[in-house]
């Protein structure tokens, strides 16, 4: 458990981890409780931070330490996507777009976007921020392992080590860490939360299928990071809150 632990971190973060860790679909195991800690800190470093600093400045400062953190892992995933998933290419040419560590003018724009909607997320939050950004990560690392299990690998990549080494059990572990961190926000917000999660999954399963027969790490990361800004986007929803 440990190691699997310990391998959830090595997977998700930059932390440097010395000690022998689990295979990646062990590990998955914890992405939530990973994720979640993750957004947590960048919960009090928003709270405090905007305490003294107008909110969109300590908005800015969160997303920022959140991509260090991370090392932009699903941003990377969520650019490569833009960029290979264009109208009428064929399945080859898109796994070899993903391949290529370039960032092109879908990808950049994609990127601009996805800060621009976090951050103006970030800004107008209507809720706590510490359990919102647990539960906007943890849900989002579970919706890409809850992906992985129910979409095959295409290729042997990422993807492919993660579905070879994860279990069924491990699967549905880390997907009721997901709901448990949704319903730490209240019940009508963990309902949307959890709902709203579970739609990015089967509708990512349903397009990634469709275009390539499969998921890549990338498509991982991408389902991640969709899930992510929706979970913020509800929370900066007062009618939803009320």
């Known amino acids: 458990m440990i190691r699997a632990l310990l391998g959830a971190i090595q997977f998700l973060t930059v932390i440097p981890v ?30 405090q931070t905007r305490a003294l600093l107008p909110a969109g400045l300590a908005a800015l400062l969160a997303i920022a330490f959140l991509a ?23 399945r080859d040419r898109i796994l070899a777009i993903m391949k290529d560590s370039r960032v092109g003018a879908h990808g950049a724009l994609a990127l601009c976007l996805s800060i621009l909607i976090r951050w103006q997320a970030l800004s107008a939050l209507a809720v706590d921020p510490v359990p919102a950004l647990a539960a906007a990560h943890g849900l989002s690392r579970a919706a890409a392992v ?45 309902v949307l939360l959890v709902a709203g999660t579970a739609l990015v999954v089967l ?25 992510e800004i929706f979970c913020l986007l509800v929370f900066t929803c007062r009618t939803c809150i009320s």
Not at 73 to 81: M, N, R, T
Not at 147 to 167: D, V, Y
Not at 203 to 227: E, K, N, P, Q, S
Request: glycine share 14%; net charge positive; charged share 15%.
């Open 18 to 47: 010395r000690a022998r860790t689990a295979a990646p679909g062990k590990a998955a195991a914890f992405f939530p409780l990973a994720g979640a800690s993750i957004g947590a800190v960048a919960g009090v470093l928003f709270d």
């Open 68 to 90: 260090l953190i991370t090392g932009g892992l699903h941003e990377d995933g969520f650019a490569d996507c833009a960029d290979a998933f264009r109208a009428g290419r064929p």
């Open 203 to 227: 509708l990512a399963h349903r397009y990634f299928m469709r275009r390539i027969g499969g998921v890549t790490g990338d498509c991982l990361g991408a389902a991640a990071h969709l899930a």
């Open 146 to 190: 809850a992906l992985a299990w129910i979409t095959p690998p295409a290729g042997e990549g990422l993807a492919f080590a993660l579905s070879k080494t994860m279990s069924t059990p491990v699967a549905l572990f880390a997907m009721v860490q997901g709901i448990l961190l949704a319903a730490w926000c209240g019940g009508r917000l963990a």
